[in-house]
T-cell receptor
Framework: GAVVSQHPSRVICKSGTSVKIECRSLDFQATTMFWYRQFPKQSLMLMATSNEGSKATYEQGVEKDKFLINHASLTLSTLTVTSAHPEDSSFYIC???????????????FGQGTRLTVV | DAKTTQPTSMDCAEGRAANLPCNHSTISGNEYVYWYRQIHSQGPQYIIHGLKNNETNEMASLIITEDRKSSTLILPHATLRDTAVYYCIVRVTGTASKLTFGTGTRLQVTL
């Protein structure tokens, strides 16, 4: 399958600071990236969908000013959690889909996830 | 909302086949059935997908009923490393089509 790399895998930050999470597609062009959040013992909840070069579409209840998403290139999307609070502590996961160089479609593949702890 | 129904949990003895059912009675004609699994504290891993024909790959087999209202994921020889939460998702094809996760089935493989 295709490779999606997410960094960092784990981060601890102080309340009020901002944290940036990177998601890279390593062997395909990701025209669309998805960001999910997962609380303990719960399923993945979609936060937003971003297409390369355009603004992200946020799911209902997700604050776009708090969770800034940038998808400036076909291989990189970033999620920035601004003014983090302890309730933002969660497992954040990106997913990317697009096409390989020869145009073959690639399904949705996921990064390894980022465990964010806000203290 | 997720369009699939799965049992909350299942157990399977190591070496035996694990059969994980999924109901998707409202599936549309252009929606595929996807299966992913999530091992603890990792991102979901793609397993297999299909439209209406049965599919097989190196990881698993997917059996879809003729009316497409249900499917079964088969892990032919389960190992301890297959212990995970398995998600059945229906989704239209296309790179911009999002995946909506339900609660999944927690499969526990035991000795």
């Amino acid at each position: 399958g295709a490779v999606v790399s997410q960094h960092p895998s784990r981060v601890i930050c102080k309340s009020g600071t901002s944290v940036k999470i990177e998601c890279r597609s390593l062997d395909f062009q990701a025209t669309t990236m998805f960001w999910y959040r997962q609380f303990p013992k719960q399923s993945l909840m979609l936060m937003a969908t971003s297409n390369e070069g355009s603004k992200a579409t946020y799911e209902q209840g997700v604050e776009k000013d708090k969770f800034l998403i940038n998808h400036a290139s076909l291989t990189l999307s970033t999620l920035t959690v601004t003014s983090a609070h302890p309730e933002d502590s969660s497992f954040y996961i990106c997913s990317a889909s697009g096409s390989r160089i020869r145009g073959l479609r690639v399904g949705a593949f996921f990064g390894q996830g980022t465990r964010l702890t806000v203290v | 909302d997720a369009k699939t129904t799965q049992p909350t949990s299942m157990d399977c003895a190591e070496g035996r086949a694990a059969n994980l059912p999924c109901n998707h009675s409202t599936i549309s004609g252009n929606e595929y059935v996807y299966w992913y699994r999530q091992i603890h504290s990792q991102g979901p891993q793609y397993i297999i997908h299909g439209l209406k024909n049965n599919e097989t790959n190196e990881m698993a087999s997917l059996i879809i009923t003729e009316d497409r209202k249900s499917s079964t994921l088969i892990l032919p020889h389960a190992t301890l490393r297959d212990t995970a939460v398995y998600y059945c998702i229906v989704r239209v094809t296309g790179t911009a089509s999002k995946l909506t996760f339900g609660t999944g089935t927690r499969l526990q493989v035991t000795l």
